[in-house]
């Protein structure tokens, strides 16, 4: 660091490399292995607007199924110390989330166009925010009652239950020691006095029941106490390049 620069902020990303996923009685984490449990979100749910919740384990390479409208794919990640934006993250690599919904007529969770179909052709992996050909993907089905795409509480109730098995996880992953990542990285927002000012303007969707985005959620890509960007007004948000790095930005398109 330059003599003039001043250190606003420290973000630590510790990450812990998954080999295997598999089913079993209780959430656990141990030695590169994730174990979740299938039939945690039976007694979760809203029923007046959802009809039920699968979660399958998709293994590496096995992409040739078909699945319901891709609603959200999320990585598994959890603050330890501070807030979004600073302090200490503890997230997995190997293995992400992936939530579909279809209601119980086949109508899929979508809005200005749907990817329901065989998930090779659907995702375009190995991209930022989504997973690599090698990777686990948690898929989390939801069928939702009929008029789906009536209100946005279909879908957020959708993205609610998943958000609290994901919680499970990172519950777990909060207490691994540190000392035992895979990787370390350490991040800085910094002012560099004299020299260039750098804003990126990005712009996200705020218009309907799926076109919508969340900030600032309890968690990193969290769902839990955030905000929806169409009910702040679609005013302009300015965020450090470390929360944004963080997970304060949420789609939900």
């Known amino acids: 660091m330059s003599n003039n620069e001043i250190q606003m902020r420290r973000l630590v990303i510790k990450s812990f490399h998954i080999e295997e996923v598999k089913y079993g009685e209780e959430f656990a984490i141990d030695n590169g292995s994730l174990t979740i449990v299938k039939d945690f979100l039976n007694d979760k749910m809203n029923k007046d607007l959802i009809e039920s919740v699968k979660i399958n384990i998709i293994k590496p390479y096995e992409h040739d199924m078909y699945v319901n409208s891709i609603m959200d794919v999320m990585p598994i990640s959890t603050k330890v110390l501070g807030q979004l934006g600073e302090g200490i993250t503890h997230t997995l690599t190997g293995v992400y989330v992936m939530l579909t919904g279809a209601d119980v007529d086949g109508v899929q969770m979508a809005e200005f166009g749907s990817s329901e179909g065989i998930l090779k052709e659907q ?23 009929r008029g789906c795409m009536s209100s946005r509480k279909y879908p957020l109730e959708g993205h609610r239950v998943c958000d609290l098995f994901v919680q499970e996880i990172r519950n777990i992953l909060k207490k691994l020691p540190g000392h035992k990542c895979t990787e370390r990285h350490d991040f800085y927002d910094k002012i560099r006095p004299g020299k260039k000012r750098v804003a990126i303007v990005k ?11 969340q900030l600032f959620s309890k968690e990193p890509s969290g769902f839990e106490g955030g905000r929806s960007i169409i009910d702040i007004g679609n005013v302009p948000i300015i965020l450090t390049p470390n929360e944004y790095r963080d997970g304060a930005l949420r789609s939900m398109v």
């Open 203 to 213: 712009q996200i969707a705020g218009q309907g029941v799926m076109y919508d985005n």
């Open 123 to 145: 995702m375009y992996f190995g991209r930022p925010g989504t997973p690599n050909v090698d990777d686990y993907i948690i898929h989390v089905d939801v069928t939702f009652t």
